[in-house]
């Protein structure tokens, strides 16, 4: 089992910054493949960044490429995404995720199936104002 935790959320103007975090525990097999999905009202889920905490490879969204970045702290157990440039279309709820996968699946899987991910945290809400 792994359990994840969200912190980090605010509501913020358009070209502001937030660093997101998210504490895993658990077990670590449960957690190669740890991830940011976003949700806004009325759409369906969109997987923003990934880590292989393996090896630390990362991959981005169309959407957040060059503003967001996502890294880890080992010792923490923790994975944090910062996002730069805000705009009100990054308006939505984000959710840490994590799954065992390898590091193509990991990779494939953020943008095409989250619900392949099999652990996932309640969320925290971020809000960009124009």
């Known amino acids: 089992q792994v359990q994840l935790v969200e912190s980090g959320g605010a509501s913020v103007q358009a070209g502001g910054s937030l660093r997101l975090s998210c504490a895993a525990s658990?077990?670590?097999?449960?957690?190669?493949?740890m991830g940011w999905f976003r949700q806004a009202p009325g759409k369906g889920r969109e997987g923003v960044a990934v880590?292989?905490?393996?090896?630390?490879?990362?991959y981005y969204a169309n959407s957040v490429k060059g503003r967001f970045t996502i890294s880890q702290d080992n010792a923490k157990n923790t994975v944090y995404m910062k996002m730069n440039s805000l705009k009100p279309e990054d308006t939505a709820m984000y959710y840490c995720?994590?799954?065992?996968?390898?590091?193509?699946?990991?990779?494939?899987?953020?943008?095409?199936?989250?619900?392949?991910?099999?652990?996932w945290g309640k969320g925290t809400q971020v809000t960009v104002s124009s």
């Open positions: 995720a994590a799954d065992g996968f390898s590091l193509p699946s990991c990779i494939s899987l953020i943008s095409s199936d989250a619900r392949a991910f099999g652990y």
């Open positions: 658990g077990v670590t097999s449960g957690r190669k493949c």
């Open positions: 880590i292989y905490t393996g090896d630390g490879i990362t």
